[in-house]
């Protein structure tokens, strides 16, 4: 989807490094999310936010920190970025409400680590 | 844990043909549930979802069954096209929940 858009797409790097993961949405939603997708697992969640100042661990946080700048940019960052972490990560957008519903996903980066 | 999984890994049908798409949940509180495509080198997109009051929901060329007496729902592309080949996923969420829970995908490739 165009409105939510990710850089890098892709992005190779050595065990050690520290890596950021940018998304930007244009759709005027208050929810992030992360998700990191491996062969096999489907998406797993790693961090949402719900606004600016509301910061969630998903189910494999470890490893992972994020930061929500505004309200449209919510990156993901690897402190110390470790082989198990090569995957495709994928950043989605959603309505605030009482539900979580549709979610907008970008196009994924790419990452490996080496 | 709770979990959603699918059956099938991997689907291939002929063009023309009707495709099901399987996935088991296991979470009896789910009451909410989504289908989602991701084509190649593509984000997961939205295609239907269903409400669990719902046993049946229609889009364009797709229907979602619910069973909920054995946790399972189905997509249901009718007239399969080249187009239509992707990874399915389902995911599952209920009210309160704070997020969604995928099942791990399933392959969908067209035969000419």
């Known amino acids: 989807d165009a409105d939510v858009t990710q850089t890098p797409r892709n992005r190779i790097t050595k065990t050690g490094k520290r890596i950021m993961l940018e998304c930007s949405q244009t759709?005027?939603?208050?929810?992030m999310y992360w998700y990191r997708q491996d062969p096999g697992l489907g998406l797993r969640l790693i961090y949402y936010s719900f606004d600016v100042k509301d910061i969630n661990k998903g189910e494999i946080s470890d490893g992972y920190s994020v930061s929500r700048q505004a309200q449209a940019k919510f990156s993901l960052s690897l402190e110390s970025a470790i082989p198990n972490q090569t995957a495709l990560y994928f950043c989605?957008?959603?309505?605030?409400?009482?539900?979580?519903?549709?979610?907008?996903f970008g196009p994924g980066t790419r990452l490996t680590v080496l | 844990g709770e979990s959603v999984g699918l059956h099938l890994p991997t689907l291939s049908v002929q063009e023309g043909d009707n495709s099901i798409i399987n996935c088991a949940y296991s979470n009896s509180a789910s009451d909410y549930f989504i289908w989602y495509k991701q084509e190649s080198g593509k984000g997961p997109q939205f295609i239907i979802d269903?409400?669990?009051?719902?046993d049946k929901r229609q889009g364009q060329r797709v229907t979602v069954l619910l069973n909920k007496t054995v946790k399972h729902l189905s997509l249901q592309i009718a007239a399969t096209q080249p187009g239509d080949s992707a990874v399915y996923f389902c995911a599952e969420t209920y009210q309160g929940a704070q997020k969604l829970v995928f099942g791990q995908g399933t392959r969908l490739t067209i035969n000419p």
């Open positions: 269903i409400r669990s009051n719902m």
């Open positions: 759709k005027g939603h208050d929810r």
């Open positions: 989605a957008t959603s309505e605030a409400g009482g539900r979580v519903n549709e979610q907008f």
